[in-house]
């Protein structure tokens, strides 16, 4: 008997080997593609949570140009308007805008040196909206008018429409660019995996011929593959994952966050990707074992 | 039968080996005799002409029971076919463990058959560590571990010296006692001879000569 060997303790070796170098080239694709998918995938989630960011600023305020009438000082009228735009249903608040913001607004357009004490500058009111009911422009100008205030009620909703259709536009484009490289991923991952299945040939005609039934060999391809998949997937989703954190991180309220604001639970969204890979894989692997078999049958 | 569009490797090759028969195959280099054994063991198809295998035309076994024929055949393969990251002994347990066999009750007949062709100290070997002569007797523990009805064997002493090929002979004539139809592609005249056993004659892929003794007269 071999030293080293003791038949009586010997217990099957795996049929596939451990480690096959040709592996590392493939886990290494899944893994890029799976990064790729996941990266899509997170900025599609940001692209929507940004353009409903986008739309939601607008419809949730109003701005109301407030024009003094007669002997009442811009400063008072602003006041009775906000006053009286902050009792109507569906107004969360209703502020005033200082004089200085107000100038400051104008500053592009008439430059620092504008005699603006001499110009009849409208005062400004700024009106957020209750959430859940929002107050309508008309319910806002009624209110104004009750009061005996000539003032102008500016919803957004000249903005409202053009903001709403890029939002949509980026929220499709984000969609159409994920399924585009999710897609591709599959199909790279199925080509790759067939690939790696064409160099076990001879351990599937060995087995083959040795009387192993078709199920028996597929099986252990399937596995195998779908096991190196799942580690290529979990690589490339948690390498999407830490990139999204550190955006996450790194714009905080400012910087990245405005542009693509993820969030955190965006990255539970990456988490079905090791199990996506490991399907795609397994029934690719499924797929090429079942046709050398049926070559070899 | 024939390779693709190729001529036809085997032509009107007709013959029955009986039940517990030994006969050795031979013939020319490219006189079809490996074709002629693939198409018993299974891994080519016939372009034209039956095969039956245990009384049933292989033609009709539904796929799902090919496999089970397959394990009644032992294939020693002319390049050995090994498992390269499986050890010695793995390779050999191979097809007890496709037939489902557990671990403990074969382990000591693997270990016994390769102590027999002389591997009772390479058992935990790998196939690319062993030399030709230990591959071709690996090879052959392999294929006859299950005890086939039927063991075919290409060229199964071509890498072997004189006094291993009467082993590996002599192994195979205790298998045919036993009950298994053996049938071996051989180059080797002198061993073909020296065993007295029937021949099959292939040329030009035809059946020259069946069951005729090199040593003369018919087997």
Redesign the interface.
Known sequence: ??E??D??R????P????RDPRDGALVFVIAVLCFLACLTALGGLAADRAARGWTGQLTGSATVVVRAMGAESPDIAAGRAAEALAGVPGVAEARTLEKEKAEALLEPWLGRDALLDDLPIPRLVTVEMDAKQPATAAALTQALKAAGIDATVDDHSLWIADIERAAGIARWAALGVFLLIASAAAAVIGFATRAAMAAHR??I??????????D?VVRLFQTRFAKAAALAGLFGASGAAIIGALARLAGGGQGLTPVAPVAWIDLVAVAPTPFLAALVAAVAARLAAQGLIGE?? | MRYGRSTEVLKDVSFALAPGSFHFLTGPSGAGKSSLLKLI???ERPSRGTIELFGRDVEAIA??D??????RIG?VFQEF???D???A??NV???L???GGK?EAY??D??ELLSWVGL??????LPPTLSGGEKQRLAIARAVVNRPDILLADEPTGNVDDAHALRILKLFVELNRLGTTVLIASHDEDLVARSGQPVLHLEGGRLRAFGRSLRGGQA
């Not at chain 2, 090919?66 to 394990?71: E, F, I, S, V």
């Open positions: 008997m071999s080293l060997f038949p009586k010997w217990r099957p070796a049929l596939l080997p451990r001879e351990t005609e060995v087995l083959h011929l040795s009387g192993a039934k078709a028996f070899l049958a | 063991y299974l891994a796929p799902s090919r496999p089970y024929l397959r394990r294939v076919r090994l498992l990251h499986l050890t002994f793995d347990a191979l097809p463990r496709i037939a671990p382990r000591t693997v270990a009772k100290n390479r058992m935990h070997a």
